[in-house]
């Protein structure tokens, strides 16, 4: 199956949105990849601090898709 993994970036005002597909067989696995890559995004940790701010990358949705 294929899902639609939209990760989101939220850095001080400014917000991001990344799409990407993964082809997985079941939900678990498609949320699981989306996890990995988020908290892969910046290297081992997904939220950074720097002078009283911040950046951070969230799953916003994993949804499957159809081929067309």
């Known amino acids: 199956m294929l899902y639609r993994i939209r990760l989101l970036e939220?850095?001080?005002e400014q917000?991001?949105?990344h799409d990407m597909l993964a082809e997985k067989d079941t939900i678990e696995e498609?949320?699981?990849a989306a996890n990995?890559?988020?908290a892969h995004w910046?290297?081992?940790n997904p939220v950074y601090s720097f002078f009283n701010g911040a950046i951070t990358v969230e799953v916003a949705s994993v949804q499957?898709?159809?081929e067309v």
């Open 15 to 17: 917000e991001y949105s």
């Open 64 to 66: 499957e898709i159809a």
């Open 42 to 44: 910046y290297g081992d």
């Open 36 to 38: 990995d890559q988020a």
């Open 30 to 32: 498609a949320e699981a």
């Open 10 to 12: 939220r850095n001080g």
